[in-house]
């Protein structure tokens, strides 16, 4: 199998774990507000995920395809950002701890700015972008951890669908963070994964994080942390 054929795989292993947990998220969005926008989230993976799939069907140019791809890459980070951004928001008890999120509302759009300004090509900005996003989303989440042990609730941990959904969260970026840091650093001087290998990883770690989601939710639905 080559590169190409396996990360295909891995984009529709990740795409047809986004609709499930869309649906799921959907019906939970009433249920609790943290809930309210995440299955947007997963919608948006799947919209970009078939988008960039059609893309790559058509005789374009290779470099007009990936700036294509790169713009509807930027809409999902963007997505992607504000639609965990709520849920956080909404979840932390802290107050200090929302205050520091209600800090990124102000700053994240400056750096979306600061990655489109003439001169800089968005095809390498977009990954400046998303290691920025991916490290101020893990602060959020280990917020959540430490809030446990200082707010415990009745509630245990493995029966809550916010457990998942940050333990998902989590392990997404904090397993390819380190992989997107070393891409210009290690891989492509010394070699050992190509950028097809580093996107096809992204991809099952997108996957993995959408199933951790739906564990959560199909914890007990009248049990809300």
């Given at each position: 199998m080559t590169d190409r054929a396996f990360y295909t795989l891995t984009q529709l292993f990740s795409t047809s774990c986004g609709v499930i947990v869309s649906i799921s998220v959907y019906k939970l969005r009433n249920v609790g507000v943290q809930y309210k926008y995440l299955y947007i989230y997963p919608i948006a993976s799947f919209l970009q995920?078939?988008?960039?799939?059609?893309?790559?069907?058509?005789?374009?140019?290779?470099?007009?395809?990936?700036?294509?791809?790169?713009?509807?890459?930027?809409?999902?980070?963007?997505?992607?950002?504000?639609?965990?951004?709520?849920?956080?928001?909404?979840s932390l008890k802290y107050n200090k701890s929302r205050k520091i999120l209600s800090f990124y509302r102000v700053l994240y759009p400056i750096l979306v700015l600061a990655c489109w300004m003439p001169g800089i090509n968005p095809n390498t900005s977009k990954y400046l972008l998303y290691l920025i996003q991916g490290g101020l989303l893990l602060v959020p989440c280990t917020f959540f951890v430490l809030e446990q042990f200082k707010y415990p609730t009745q509630t245990e941990a493995l029966k809550s669908p916010s457990f998942w959904i940050t333990v998902g969260i989590s392990f997404y970026f904090a397993c390819t963070l380190p992989l997107f840091i070393m891409k210009d650093f290690v891989f492509h001087p010394f070699g050992g994964i190509t950028d097809v290998g580093i996107h096809s990883i992204n991809q099952l770690c997108y996957g993995i994080m959408f199933l951790l989601m739906l564990k959560g939710f199909k914890c007990n639905n009248q049990v809300i942390s």
């Open positions: 995920n078939i988008f960039a799939l059609i893309i790559n069907s058509t005789f374009l140019h290779a470099d007009k395809k990936a700036s294509i791809i790169s713009i509807s890459i930027y809409a999902f980070l963007i997505i992607e950002f504000y639609s965990l951004y709520y849920y956080f928001v909404k």
